[in-house]
Every structure is written in C-alpha cells, then in structure tokens.
C-alpha cells in the first residue's frame, strides 16, 4: 500500500485525454514538489514532469503536470498508442526523510 | 551524453549479498547524488536509497536499513549498492538514477537519469 494513491489502471483511445491523479498528504505533495515517470516494461524509467509542472526537454507538451495542495495531477492529450505504459509519480517525504512513489497506473490506449 | 551503466544480472542465494555497480560518464560525477530504486515482479517502483557524491551523505527507506551500504569511487565514476542478508523478495530489477538538480542535501527533485536496470534473483 503505497502512501501516495493513483489509480491502478485507466484506459483511453487514441487522441484522447487522460488525467491521472496522484493523492499524498501534507509531509510529501503538500510540502514538495512532485514527479512524474513513464515507465514500459524491461526499459529504465522515464522523466515526463519535475517541479510538479515542468517538462524536460524532448518531452511533448501533451504531457503536462499540476498540484493543488496534496494532490498531483498528469495530463496526458492526444494519446497516441505508444503512450501505453506505466506512470508513477514521486516526491519526497518530509516526515519520513525519503523519496516516495505511487503505486503506479497502468495506461491502455485502446 | 549523460550515461549510466549497470553491472549485469545476478543471480544469489538466500541469505547472500549482492554488489551491482552504476557508472556515470557525460557529467560531473560528485555534483549530482545517486538514487537506487527497485522494481519487484508486478510491482511498482520503490526507492531504496541515496547518495550525495558530494559529501557521502545517505538517505535510506525504513524497509531496508541496515541491509543496504552504498558507496561510491571517484576515480572510476562508480557508485556501489550492497543488499545482505538477501530474502526471496529481494528479487527485483534494480535501477541507479541520477539527481535532477545538483548538489542538493536529500533527493528533493526527482531523477533525470536512469541505468539500464540490473535484474537480481534470489533462489535457494
């Protein structure tokens, strides 16, 4: 049980949008800045989003990031197939002095 | 380009260590911590611990204190993640990845790079 909570799984067809949440608490979301990773099985994750908004470069701007409070939010527009992949996000907690990640969601793009 | 690159596979016993190593080339080694994060089978991403390059300080999840040392070697570009004492759900891909943002004092701000996973299986 992670202490950040995202949705398992969501499911999108192409060139639609998909929003995933990522729900955490005062000591972590509310306090730091959050991550985002996009991660397809037997590859090294991916950055998408740091500073809880930012994208690094050569990443596209259908992918885009927010917080309010202590929650995260990634957007995800236009999707195309290859998007299908696991995203976590990631931060860090002040109480707990370590880096936390979400359970991850498993993104389907039928 | 920025690179880092994992040792290969392992394979142990119950009750072992394992070493995996992290090469770093394309950047400046000391100005940037290393992470190490685990993925079991059908599980999710897991932190484990962190380095600074900078002044060796550590940081590590309450789940695996005490099993994990990390260390590191300036003249190679070379950080080092041991786990003792090895349990079957240790087996897992371990990954090293890079701070974002240099010559922080604790991994705040997420991890740019990553190695290339090193998959290590614990079995009797």
């Known amino acids: 049980q992670s202490v950040l909570t995202q949705p398992p799984s969501m499911s999108a067809a192409p060139g639609q949008k998909v929003t995933i949440s990522c729900s955490g608490t005062?000591?972590?979301?509310?306090?730091?800045?959050a991550s985002w990773y996009q991660h397809l099985p037997g590859t090294a994750p991916k950055l998408l989003i740091y500073?809880?908004?930012k994208r690094p470069s050569g990443i596209p701007d259908r992918f885009s990031g927010s917080k309010s409070g202590t929650s995260a939010t990634l957007d995800i527009t236009g999707l195309q197939t290859e998007d299908e992949a696991d995203y976590y996000c990631?931060?860090?907690?002040?109480?707990?002095?370590?880096?936390?990640f979400g359970g991850g969601t498993k993104l389907a793009v039928l | 380009q920025v690179q880092l690159v994992q040792s290969g596979a392992d394979v142990k016993k119950p009750g072992a260590s394992v070493k995996v190593s992290c090469k770093s080339s394309?950047?400046?080694?000391?100005?940037?911590?290393i992470s190490w994060v685990r993925q079991a089978p059908g599980q999710g991403l897991e932190w484990m611990a962190w380095?600074?390059?900078?002044?060796?300080?550590?940081n590590f999840a309450q789940k695996v204190q005490g099993r994990v040392t990390l260390t590191s070697d300036t003249s190679t570009n070379t950080t080092y993640m041991e786990l003792r004492s090895l349990r079957s759900d240790d087996t897992a891909t371990y990954y090293c990845?890079?701070?974002?943002?240099?010559?922080?004092?604790?991994?705040?701000?997420?991890?740019?790079?990553w190695g290339q996973g090193t998959t290590v299986t614990v079995s009797s």
């Open positions: 990845a890079r701070d974002r943002h240099p010559l922080v004092a604790a991994p705040y701000y997420g991890m740019d790079v």
């Open positions: 394309g950047y400046i080694f000391r100005r940037h911590g």
């Open positions: 380095i600074s390059l900078y002044n060796g300080n550590t």
């Open positions: 005062s000591s972590n979301i509310g306090d730091n800045s």
């Open positions: 500073d809880n908004n």
């Open positions: 990631e931060t860090w907690d002040s109480s707990l002095s370590a880096v936390l």
